[in-house]
């Protein structure tokens, strides 16, 4: 993963590219990749009993990193060769790391249905650091429209914020809105430098290679240990983490980042959490409002206008 520059420069990525809606085979891909993270949040809470919260994010870094690689090499991906990426891959590792460090610890001081409202205006910082770095992919009225609308279906299902009582809630806000920056930072770095014209692959790769020992250093700091082996549920869920949501989700993520709009592939993320309660009723028997029909179509409504051609 040299930083030596190519003898020929790789080709900027293309115009349509970065502002091409999501046909209907991506659409499908964001909806699963959203559904797969929203079940990611319950197995999160379903091992935290026998493998504290950093400690699972260090772990599964390990493993799908092994995973991923494993991959490229079957498939003969090149992953060593020279081009130009190593500064940018390793920018983009530890905003990924800074990421999940604050939703993490910051759930520790505020609630998780403040976390959501708060974590979730990542697609709106997407949105707008897109007309600083990537002018071609800005969003008309009715799309800013559409991703308010989906937004708004987010407060329907979790409800509006209360001014935070507590110091130490303020602060887990606070850590949940950088998260949120991070995020969309992540996303932003990696459309617009050269990571864009790399394979997703290797672009996961540089995340995982530098989040597992910052993550690792974290849990350490955080007094997080293992005490015990865990039991064969909690190794399921931390299976399920590493194998499917981190070493194919999150590398499918990046390649529809990739060759879509950056803008209205991050406004599908508000499925997520959606699908996060969904997944916590059909799994821990979570009782299920009929605000949250409301917030469905409210999300789906304002999908559909983002992702209108123009």
């Given amino acids: ?82 081009d130009g990426t190593l500064k940018a891959g390793l920018i983009v590792g530890v905003l990924f790391t800074i990421e999940f460090i604050l939703i993490y610890q910051g759930l520790a001081f505020t609630t998780a249905t403040r976390a959501v409202v708060f974590l979730y205006l ?22 800013w429209f559409g991703l308010a609308l989906s937004f708004a279906g987010m407060i329907v299902a979790f409800g509006v914020p209360t001014p935070a009582l507590d110091p130490r809630q303020t602060l887990g806000d606070l850590m949940m809105v950088a998260a949120a920056v991070f995020w969309a ?18 672009v996961m790769l540089y995340q995982l290679v530098v989040s597992a020992p910052l993550m690792g250093l974290a849990a350490w700091l955080a007094g997080e240990r293992i005490t015990h082996w865990p039991d064969h549920q909690a190794v399921a869920w931390l299976a399920y983490q590493s194998a499917w949501v981190v070493a194919i989700t999150f590398v499918l993520w990046f390649s529809v980042i990739k ?29 299920l409002t009929p605000a949250f029909l409301v917030a469905v179509a409210f999300v789906a409504g304002g999908l559909v206008l983002v992702n209108r051609s123009r």
């Fill in 1 to 82: 993963m040299s930083s030596t520059a190519p003898s020929e420069p790789l080709p900027p990525p293309a115009h349509h590219h970065t502002v091409r809606p999501l046909d209907l085979t991506a659409a499908a891909i964001v909806v699963l990749l959203c559904l797969s993270w929203g079940f990611s949040q319950v197995a999160v809470k379903l091992a935290i009993h026998d493998i504290p919260p950093l400690m699972q994010v260090a772990l599964r870094s390990v493993i799908a990193a092994v995973l991923v690689a494993g991959w490229c090499v079957a498939r003969r991906i090149p992953l060593f060769e020279r």
């Fill in 259 to 287: 060759h879509y709009s950056a803008s209205r592939v991050s406004a599908f993320t508000f499925l997520t959490p959606l699908f996060g309660v969904a997944a916590g009723h059909f799994v821990m028997n979570d009782p």
């Fill in 122 to 143: 990542a697609p709106f910082v997407v949105v707008i650091g897109t007309r600083i770095f990537l002018p071609a992919d800005r969003f008309r009225a009715s799309q």
């Fill in 185 to 202: 930072s992540t996303t932003l770095s990696i459309k617009a430098s050269r990571l864009n014209a790399i394979s997703p692959e290797k």
